[in-house]
């Protein structure tokens, strides 16, 4: 778990200690069966990966919430390393923020890491009344011991990208971080830096356009977001709002882990770019585009070009490597960004995806590849759906993967994820030079649970990891 010294609180003291920190042995993943079919709860699973374990790459506990429908998706954590000063703090319980739902479940790791139980439940009414706020997406814990937790929308599904705040010793909803009137139009994912008394805010779409399935005249509509938020950490409000060239749908938000750092990197879902965002001389910010995936002409497929999808982005501890999942393309990858404004390719591996040999798709033209891939077998497993949510070990070594995007996009882009369930995937990572190699005998078959095959979505270590925590 957390370090433990005289006076420390949860996490590690800098970025680059979290290197030094334990190997991971157990990883939390949420799994949905909202629109698989099965009546069931979504449910916490617990992995066991640890290679010297008998029950390695086993689901070794399942904690299912009690309500139907939920499509629990991200998760934080009550405490991180932002409270690494306070020693009465301890990262003990995991925030389930419910996206479709509204609720959030709060789930106590600390008796137990290894069988996690329910804490707390805070229904959605709660939430509504309170922040007049619905469709919960990223939980980061504060220096200040609170909990906050972006929102795509109003009660009603309508777009609002706002914050709710939740007392992080009692849970209790404070209301929301931003002031009255203050919510974006939109929202997905954020990420603060206080050094730099800044915070940045992404966008996905109303919950009532992107909800039931992906329709492209929502995008001619200008229904989908465009734009990064940048906000003042300290005063609670909007101060620019960015447009991206080339940047459609931009989800994850990823400061520099160096606390020091005013500049970081965002991945743009649908344009297939990645856009780094950094502030200048005068204190104001920009945005540029620094990575494209160019899209491939196809037949066979929804549309006549198909971009990469680029869903999930992390950056190593050390702020060397960049890692990026292209959804729909099928392909993981790794950029060295020692020089963040000229990011340079040193790995890629294809794990499944839209464009394998055999599959209903033909490409057409493609500027990056001579051949479409080979499906992807993982022991004896043909590997359905593509890479998507990704966590790195604290050393940089190990990466691992899930394949399901959310269940309702599963359900359109990947109906066999839904009849075979996700997996998980790992894969070794060269911290020196670069490069990435897939583990062939590491699979967690999420087709194979006691109630149906589900779709398992993003990872999360017990001691904290590269998405989770901020350091200040």
């Known amino acids: 778990m957390a370090t433990k010294c005289g006076k420390c609180g949860p996490g590690y003291p800098t970025p680059l200690e979290a290197m030094k920190g334990p190997r991971e042995e157990i990883v939390y993943l949420p799994c949905i069966y909202r629109n698989t079919g099965t009546e069931a709860p979504d449910y916490l699973a617990t992995v066991d990966v640890d290679p010297k374990s008998p029950h390695y790459c086993q689901v070794i506990h399942r904690l299912p919430m009690p309500n139907l429908k939920d499509e629990l998706h991200h998760s934080g954590w009550n405490t991180c390393s932002s409270c690494f000063g306070d020693s009465t703090k301890s990262r003990n319980k995991l925030i389930l923020p419910c996206l479709m739902s509204s609720r959030i479940y709060v789930v106590d790791v600390g008796s137990d890491p290894r069988a996690p139980k329910l804490h707390k439940v805070i229904e959605a009414e709660d939430i509504h009344a309170k922040c007049g706020l619905g469709y919960n997406h990223t939980s980061h814990c504060l220096a200040s011991g609170e909990v906050m937790i972006s929102t795509l929308g109003d009660p009603k599904g309508n777009g609002k990208g706002g914050f709710v705040l939740l007392d992080g010793e009692t849970f209790e909803v404070k209301g929301t971080w931003e002031r009255p009137g203050g919510a974006a139009p939109m929202g997905y994912d954020f990420w603060y830096q206080p050094r730099h008394n800044v915070m940045i805010s992404t966008e996905w779409a109303a919950p009532n356009v992107f909800g039931d399935g992906f329709n492209p005249a929502h995008v001619e509509a200008g229904l989908y977001g465009s734009h990064i938020h940048v906000w003042d950490w300290q005063r609670h409000e909007i101060v620019q709002t960015l447009p991206l060239q080339d940047g459609l749908i931009p989800l994850e938000v990823r ?4 606390p020091d750092a005013a500049q970081g990197f965002v991945g743009c879902a649908l344009s297939s770019t990645i856009q780094r965002f950094y502030k200048n001389q005068g204190g ?99 590997v359905p759906g593509g890479p998507q949510m990704i966590q790195l070990s ?29 997996v998980m995937l790992q894969i070794d990572v060269d911290t020196i030079k670069g490069g990435l190699k897939l583990n062939p005998n590491f699979l967690v078959d999420f087709g194979k649970e006691p109630l149906g095959p589900a779709l398992a979505h993003e990872l999360r270590y017990p001691g904290g990891d590269c998405s989770s925590d901020i350091w200040l």
């Open 394 to 422: 604290l050393d940089g070594k190990r990466l691992y993967v899930t394949t399901s995007l959310y269940s309702a996009w599963d359900k359109q882009f990947y109906p066999d994820l839904i009849r075979e369930g996700s």
């Open 284 to 382: 104001t910010w920009s945005v540029e585009k620094v990575i494209q995936v160019p899209p491939k002409k196809v037949k066979g497929w929804l549309l006549p070009e198909m971009p990469s999808l680029i869903t999930d982005i992390l950056l190593s501890l050390d702020d060397r490597f960049l890692y990026f999942s292209n959804w729909l393309h099928g392909d993981l990858r790794q950029y060295d960004i020692s020089d963040p404004q000229r990011p340079r390719l040193t790995g890629q591996l294809f794990l499944g995806g839209s464009i394998v040999k055999g599959g209903p798709v033909q490409v057409l033209e493609d500027q990056e590849l001579k051949s479409q891939p080979e499906p992807l077998v993982v022991k004896g497993k043909r």
């Open 255 to 258: 400061f520099l882990h160096n």
